[in-house]
């Protein structure tokens, strides 16, 4: 298994940063990705960013550009930097790692808020 916990949510007005935190304990191996994805109200999950296991990137249309994905192996942590925020970027943000591209594993989430 493995437990992830979000953190650095919160309220921010349009055009400010956030940088969310994901930290990850237990099995923490054969992970192929770790990804963030978010939830808005009404709608279906989404992917926002994610980062392979040999460092690739990838992100949703909407959020490239502003947003950045990293990771501290060392850490066992992987980033959301958030910057140039939309009130349309207000959503629960999930933290999702997966092993050998079947497995799932979800954090709790961290709720967002951009105020206009």
């Known amino acids: 298994q493995v437990q992830l916990v979000e953190s650095g949510g919160g309220l921010v007005q349009a055009g400010g940063s956030l940088r969310l935190s994901c930290a990850a304990s237990?099995?923490?191996?054969?992970?192929?990705?770790r990804g963030w994805y978010r939830q808005a109200p009404g709608k279906q999950r989404e992917l926002v960013a994610v980062?392979?296991?040999?460092?690739?990137?990838n992100y949703a249309d909407s959020v490239k550009g502003r947003f950045t994905i990293s990771r501290d192996n060392a850490k066992n942590t992987v980033y959301l930097q958030m910057n140039s925020l939309k009130p349309e970027d207000t959503a629960v943000y999930y933290c999702?790692?997966?092993?050998?591209?079947?497995?799932?594993?979800w954090g709790q989430g961290t709720q967002v808020t951009v105020s206009s």
């Open positions: 999702n790692y997966k092993r050998g591209g079947v497995l799932n594993y």
């Open positions: 980062i392979t296991s040999s460092g690739s990137t």
């Open positions: 237990g099995s923490i191996f054969s992970i192929s990705a």
